[in-house]
T-cell receptor, first 112, second 110 residues
Framework: EADIYQTPRYLVIGTGKKITLECSQTMGHDKMYWYQQDPGMELHLIHYSYGVNSTEKGDLSSESTVSRIRTEHFPLTLESARPSHTSQYLC???????????FGNGTRLTVT | KNEVEQSPQNLTAQEGEFITINCSYSVGISALHWLQQHPGGGIVSLFMLSSGKKKHGRLIATINIQEKHSSLHITASHPRDSAVYICAGRVGGGADGLTFGKGTHLIIQP
């Protein structure tokens, strides 16, 4: 029943490569989020968007960038991947403040 | 110190047992979320509540705003309930992103 999709599910790349993690939702939600989660640790917000052409950095400093050209699409880009970027990246969306979050299945990134 | 604290960190129980997971937060929140994360990594929203109690099947969530505390209960636990349970709250103004607890790793043994 997932209405929010992330690709790829797993990604192993070498240091210095540019990568884009895709996130799309079909619910028409204005609010979208990217979270980073290391194994056994809590989720940390790295980027969020309130709508088209709106993007903000989250609580956790990240070298990644995001764009929001269309409501349904919120890709995250790393210009030059490093081993410290190895983590799980989770995308989420919701319609209103304090409404339930919908999560994608995550992208597990390994940078060698 | 994390503004959202969960306990216990790990919990192993036998099938059929009544399970309680606790969440305490140090500042005011407007709503508290309970989430379930399975080993594959995907996260499902279980409850969002700002007062009282909510029930869905065998799951019950309660919140006490004055005491800044919420609990998630599982009745008649089953091995398929094995997962990480995460509470999260929107703390303060600004971004409406959430502050997450570290999660409770629950294992239900048959």
């Amino acid at each position: 029943e997932a209405d929010i999709y992330q690709t790829p599910r797993y990604l192993v790349i070498g240091t210095g490569k540019k990568i884009t993690l895709e996130c799309s939702q079909t619910m028409g939600h204005d609010k979208m989020y990217w979270y980073q989660q290391d194994p056994g640790m809590e989720l940390h917000l790295i980027h969020y968007s309130y709508g088209v052409n709106s993007t903000e950095k989250g609580d956790l400093s990240s070298e990644s960038t995001v764009s929001r050209i269309r409501t349904e699409h919120f890709p995250l880009t790393l210009e030059s991947a490093r081993p410290s970027h190895t983590s799980q990246y989770l995308c989420a969306s919701r319609g209103q403040v304090d409404s339930p979050l919908h999560f994608g299945n995550g992208t597990r990134l390994t940078v060698t | 110190k994390n503004e959202v604290e969960q306990s216990p960190q790990n919990l192993t129980a036998q099938e059929g047992e009544f399970i309680t997971i606790n969440c305490s937060y140090s500042v005011g929140i407007s709503a508290l979320h309970w989430l379930q994360q399975h080993p594959g990594g995907g996260i499902v929203s279980l409850f969002m509540l700002s007062s009282g109690k909510k029930k869905h099947g065998r799951l019950i969530a309660t919140i006490n705003i004055q005491e800044k505390h919420s609990s998630l209960h599982i009745t008649a636990s089953h091995p398929r309930d094995s997962a990480v349970y995460i509470c999260a709250g929107r703390v303060g103004g600004g971004a409406d992103g959430l502050t997450f607890g570290k999660g409770t790793h629950l294992i239900i043994q048959p």
